[in-house]
């Protein structure tokens, strides 16, 4: 049975037709997936609070109700170790159309990789793992299978990426941790299941993979239409 959180949190975003950042991260916590320590505010004085609270260095990302691609509109601060530097990003994306307030979260490093999941109109839903970050459409370098996934599934999964050795340790470097990566691309089938007449697609990327944590570094849901919906 679907949470009940979960499901406030999408019927809530059915007005925007799609799950903005903070709310999707939540959905994602809930389901048993790793996030960043993350605060969302709308007042400066509450942004440089939360940065506090969680430590520098940190992100500032753009929350806004009419922008799905941050990246496209300069909507993610990377690096930013002082409050003088929080609110200069802060009053940048204040003037942003939709502005629904900043997300500071804790910055994390690792390997990036893409994790994204659709409802294939013949397949049902599917699932993709691949190597992530700003150059995934260059290397495309990815794999899919049909959701739910389980442990042996996941690992095959890997086993097809073409840089999979990067994953694994190569030349020295130290391995992901697989068992991470595999329990949560077990726990996203799972939520992308219990979601799948209420979902269009979702999009992990990047989730950032060390030897300790894989953890989601930005999420979209985009939800059904209507018509959609009803068929």
Partial sequence: MLNKEISDILLDSEKYGWVMEPQAKRILSLAGLDVPKFKWAKEMETVV??????GYPVVAKLVSS????KSD?????THIDNESKLKEAFS??????GFAGVLVEEMVAGIELIVGAKVDYQFGPVVLLGIGGTGVEIY???SLRMAPLDGRVVQSMVKDLKAHQLLEGYRGTEPINLSELTRMMIAFSHLVMEIQNRMESIDLNPVICSSKRCIVADARIILKGEKTKSN
């Avoid at 509109?73 to 601060?77: A, E, F, K, P």
């Fill in 49 to 54: 609070s939360d940065a506090k609270e969680i």
């Fill in 66 to 69: 009419k922008v799905i691609h």
């Fill in 73 to 77: 509109v300069g909507g993610v601060i």
């Fill in 92 to 97: 940048r994306l204040s003037h942003t159309d």
């Fill in 140 to 142: 495309g370098d990815t």
